[in-house]
């Protein structure tokens, strides 16, 4: 529970940060840039957290992934903000602009866990 704690509010901070620096900057407009780089970021941490933590580690150091992968992802990536702001943009009549968030959050989502993947195990073997 400690690690879901400290690893949850720790990716809660870090969204947040990181939501206000994207929508402080000149050029965001339209599509949520903020959101759009937390998804794809997100899985980009808990692809390689996957891999690393529950395919590289031994067993006994599993609960690691409860800090970074339950805790600090789950806190961290915003699929709920996603949604709403995808809605947003359809119900102001930005169809194009919620089409463009819906796809390029899932291929450049599953383009990041793909990436993360393939670097771990261009480092090394599993075990």
């Not at 590289?56 to 609960?63: V, Y």
Request: aromatic content about 16%; hydrophobic content about 55%; proline content about 5%.
């Amino acid at each position: 529970m400690f690690l879901l704690f400290m690893g949850g509010g720790l990716g809660t901070c870090v969204r947040w940060w990181l939501s206000s620096w994207f929508n402080a900057r000149p050029w965001v407009h339209g599509l949520p840039w903020g959101t759009f780089a937390i998804n794809v970021s997100g899985s980009f941490i808990l692809g390689m957290a996957a891999v690393l933590i529950l395919e590289r580690l031994p067993p006994q150091h599993q609960n690691w992934y409860l800090l970074v992968g339950t805790g600090f992802c789950g806190g961290y990536t915003t699929f709920s903000t996603f949604e709403w702001e995808t809605f947003k943009l359809v119900r102001d009549g930005s169809w194009m602009f919620a089409l463009a968030n819906v796809v390029g959050s899932v291929v450049a989502g599953f383009a990041a866990v793909l990436l993360a993947v393939t670097l771990i195990h261009a480092i090394g073997p599993p075990r």
